[in-house]
């Protein structure tokens, strides 16, 4: 928990969370999905964060423009394919959007094969690809970048509440 709060100090973030009611009983609304993610500047002192763009930039261009990073996410597997990780993807690049970023980056591993597939879907383009012994723990970063008529792709039915903190 220190290491989010303190990733997210000082910077535009937001945290997203898909709720879905349970199909045995509807009156059961649960968490389904969730995303967290982050600005990520060009000049990091965060030693994680300076190591990404480090990695990254000869494939971003960080220098007077504004990225999110995708840091952290997910859908529980009996939920997968029902469209909530989808819904918050929307939802993130809508306010990302509304918050002036250019571009949304994402870190996945090449053996996420379900992950790797959604954001192919979802009009993510792989930037860069740093190849491992195990083929399987490669790392794949991907990037999307943003613009108004980017909204009109969106295709998702989603409620949104917002909760300040």
């Keep these: ?31 389904v999905s969730y995303k967290v993610a982050h600005e990520i500047r060009s000049e990091e002192d965060i030693p994680k964060l300076h190591d990404l763009v480090v ?35 929307e939802q993130q690049e809508a306010w ?3 918050h002036g970023f250019d571009e949304i980056i994402v870190k996945t591993k090449n053996r996420f094969y379900e992950m790797r597939g959604t954001l192919d879907h979802l009009r993510f383009d792989v930037v860069k ?16 970048k943003l613009g108004p008529d980017l909204l009109d792709s969106h295709r998702s ?9």
């Excluded at 504004?66 to 918050?88: C, N, P, S």
């Design 1 to 31: 928990m220190a290491e989010i709060v303190g990733r997210l100090q000082n910077r535009d973030h937001l945290i997203l969370m898909a709720m879905a009611p349970l199909p045995d009983d509807r009156g059961s609304v649960v968490p």
């Design 55 to 89: 990695r990254l930039r000869d494939h971003v261009q960080f220098d007077g423009r504004k990225i999110l990073y995708t840091w952290i996410g997910g859908t529980r597997r009996d939920w997968r394919g029902q469209g909530h990780f989808r819904a918050l993807t």
């Design 96 to 98: 990302a959007i509304e």
């Design 129 to 144: 690809y740093e190849q491992h012994s195990d083929n399987r723990e490669s790392k794949v970063y991907l990037s999307k």
């Design 157 to 165: 039915m989603r409620t949104v509440v917002t909760v300040e903190s």
